[in-house]
């Protein structure tokens, strides 16, 4: 294992300013995001759209790195040119998703844990010749009345650091996502609760196999109530519960923390990544990993014509990434959207 590399390649994926773009939907997920704006989901069709996205002028000014699928990872821009190769250029890192997916768990009735640890390591081999630098792997964690049940945050966080501990042994960098679901009539306590017992497991799971926190990203949910909760969260609240929990859960010595936006708007988790961003010094970088966040307008203006809206769709990319950037230092306001 190469640590210096590890720990170089973690601490560029958080630079000062810098997030991550997570274009990594299986199959399933981009169809629909491609039928949300009428687009067919055939192959050319996925290729098409995430290359606009990572062809857009001076992405890597604010993007660091970009979670690709297993397709996109071996493919090549209209261009024949590698698409890892176009992101290297634009000096975004090429990270890439090597979870299988999360299937129902047996005897636990509404939850779901998350697979692809057979044969991880020939695979990790391999992403690492096609170019991977970083990985990710999404744990889900379903709150209710009822749930979630330790077995199945015990199974998940096992998970993620066997995985961990594989990715570093392949000199990749590895991203953990125990992403507690938004969706739910649960409280922003309850979701601090749930939060706090999901790193607490994570991060004694990653101890276990000795993973090297330094080499090591963190990919939570912003604690937030759920979206059928009758009292939503403000900004403030979500920044001081997300950051309280994180403080209270997270050793200082991991190399960074990057959110998902789980169905936020993209406004709204640019504001709460922000308020989080204007209460330090924090231990560690707090930046974005965002899917739908930085993808949700650029996706609407491609599909309204994806044969000519290249450059409009790539402005509401490079667009967001900025407003995220800003975020990432405290220094983002609204009125920035209009510039
Ligand atoms: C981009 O979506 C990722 C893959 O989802 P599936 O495996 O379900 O297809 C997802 O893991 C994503 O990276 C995170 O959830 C962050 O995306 P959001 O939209 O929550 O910011």
Redesign the pocket.
């Known amino acids: 294992m190469n640590v210096e590399q590890l720990l170089e390649t973690a601490a560029a994926m958080v630079a000062p300013g810098k997030g991550i773009l997570?274009?990594?939907?299986?199959t399933?997920?981009?169809a629909k995001r491609l039928a949300s704006v009428n687009v067919e989901n055939t192959e050319d069709n996925r290729r098409a759209y995430r290359e606009m996205l990572l062809t857009t002028p001076d992405i890597g000014e604010y993007i660091s790195g970009a979670?690709l699928y297993d397709e996109t990872i071996r493919q090549n821009a209209s261009n024949g040119q590698k698409l890892v190769d176009i992101m290297r250029e634009a000096g975004v890192i090429p990270g890439i998703?090597v979870?299988t997916?999360?299937h129902p768990m047996a005897g636990f009735e509404g939850e779901l844990i998350t697979e692809g640890l057979d044969g991880l390591r020939a695979r990790l081999k391999e992403y690492a010749e096609l170019g991977a630098r970083f990985a990710?792997w999404?744990a889900v964690i379903t709150i209710t009345d009822d749930l979630p049940s330790q077995a199945n945050i015990e199974a998940n966080c096992h998970a993620l650091a066997r995985y961990a501990a594989l990715c570093q042994e392949a000199g990749i960098v590895p991203i953990v996502?125990p992403?507690v679901l938004m969706t739910g009539d649960h409280d922003i306590d309850t979701a601090y609760d749930i939060s706090e017992l999901a790193h607490k497991t994570l991060f004694k799971h990653l101890f276990e196999q000795d993973v090297i926190l330094e080499g090591c990203i963190l990919?939570p949910s912003m604690v937030i109530a759920g979206d059928k909760c009758p009292e939503q969260s403000g900004v403030e609240d979500v920044a001081e519960a997300t950051v309280n929990c994180l403080l209270n859960s997270v050793p200082a010595s991991l190399a960074g923390i990057v959110f998902?936006?789980?169905?936020q708007s993209e406004i709204q988790?640019t504001q709460n990544l922000n308020e989080m961003n204007t209460l330090g010094p924090l231990p560690w970088p707090l930046s974005f990993?965002?899917?739908?966040?930085?993808q949700a307008s650029a996706l609407k203006v491609w599909g309204s014509d994806i044969n000519k809206n290249t450059s409009a769709a790539q402005q509401e990319l490079a667009h967001r990434a900025r407003m995220n950037s800003l975020a990432t230092q405290g220094e983002y306001n609204a009125n920035q959207e209009s510039s």
């Open positions: 997570a274009i990594d939907e299986s399933g997920t981009i979670i998703k979870d997916g999360a990710k999404r996502e992403e990919k998902l936006s789980g169905g988790a990993s965002f899917g739908r966040a930085l």
